[in-house]
């Protein structure tokens, strides 16, 4: 079974849609956060779902959509409150099973805001009738919980890769722009599950990538600048990823032939054609296309001549890379040791 890593980041991603769902009002964001939460409803920890919860019934309505939701979602958003309310009173429970009920549900409610906000208000809660209500729709009764710690890895059923895809879209679109620590996590929660993505999925993040990149500012601020870099070394690395996959994929090809591998491998590594830094770093990820598939074959005579092939090309690219280091940015460093260069002031 395929496993989710940085299971915590995960849960990060259900609030973005959350956030999104309630600047928008999008239908099929609705959806997908129900569908999510029929599988991993059980794994979120107690801060995710509070967090989705407070901007589900507009904690803060000063930043999202100031009208009400429309009326034919407001059955599946209500279906989606009390779904995420009895999570949240499920772990409550389990955390302080010493306490008595009307005091965890008060808990819970006071976590989320339910009776300052908007939809406490409309609903006309106080304590005494929030508390009747979660009585009357069955939202103290048991659920499904999994504890999870940071680095632990989650299942991820075939039927649900899609979705996962969707997550990782909706991080992006969520936090690109913004100066929060979401940003970086969304970034690194994609790059630690990349051998999840299929080609589709992360030329879908590269074209948004694009997109987005292409409308950054010449002239803005020291942190705007920032954070346009990482978004533009993001989009970088994961062309370097399809691009190293499209290797791989013809070494694949070539596989009954290892003499044609070896031609495939040798016509690549014509450094005669590199020219700039980029030059450099595009041959170098094709030999890693390459050394992958060497990597996924058992290992022999031959594999292991193509492998020192590879060796041999990735310390001549490097030196090609520093020279035109060099030659392209030198002057903007000065050099303090073995191929360490330290930025002129």
């Not at 990782?168 to 936090?175: E, L, R």
Request: charged residues 35%; glycine residues 4%; hydrophobic residues 35%.
């Amino acid at each position: 079974m395929l496993q989710i890593k940085n299971a915590e980041d995960f849960g990060l991603g259900f609030n973005s849609m959350t956030r999104l769902y309630m600047d928008r009002y999008d239908e099929e964001i609705l959806a997908d956060m129900i569908k999510l939460c029929e599988e991993y409803l059980k794994w979120f920890s107690q801060r995710t779902i509070i967090c989705s919860l407070r901007d589900l019934v507009k904690e803060y309505p000063f930043y999202w959509n100031e009208e009400a939701v429309p009326e034919n979602q407001n059955e599946s958003y209500e279906m989606l409150i009390k779904v995420l309310i009895k999570q949240a009173i499920g772990k409550e429970k389990k955390d302080s099973h010493y306490r008595e009920l009307r005091n965890i549900v008060n808990n819970v409610s006071d976590d989320i805001g339910v009776i300052t906000s908007r939809w406490g208000k409309e609903k006309n809660f106080d304590r005494d009738t929030f508390y009747q209500w979660v009585i009357e729709n069955g939202l103290t009764d048991e659920v499904a919980i999994k504890e999870v710690k940071e680095d632990e890895m989650l299942p991820l059923k075939k039927k649900y890769v899609p979705l996962f895809y969707k997550v990782c879209n909706y991080m992006i679109d969520y936090s690109y722009g913004r100066h929060t620590y979401m940003p970086s996590t969304c970034r690194n929660f994609v790059k630690a599950n990349i051998e999840l993505m299929s080609d589709e999925a992360l030329k879908d993040i590269v074209e948004y990538l694009k997109k987005r990149n292409a409308d950054i500012p010449e002239e803005e601020s020291a942190i705007d600048k920032i954070d346009s870099d990482n978004w533009i070394y993001m989009q970088e690395d994961l062309e370097a990823e399809l691009l190293t996959r499209q290797m791989f994929y013809e070494a694949q090809e070539k596989a009954g032939d290892m003499q044609e591998l070896k031609m495939l491998l040798n016509e690549l590594l014509d450094l005669v054609s590199l020219h700039t830094q980029k030059d450099c770093l595009h041959m170098y990820h094709q030999l890693m296309g390459i050394k992958r598939y060497l990597m996924s074959v058992p290992e022999d005579e031959k594999v292991k001549s193509l492998l020192k092939i590879l060796e041999d090309g990735e310390k001549a690219i490097g030196e090609k890379s520093v020279e035109f280091f060099e030659k392209e940015e030198g002057h903007l460093y000065e050099k303090i040791g073995e191929r360490i260069y330290q930025r002129k002031r």
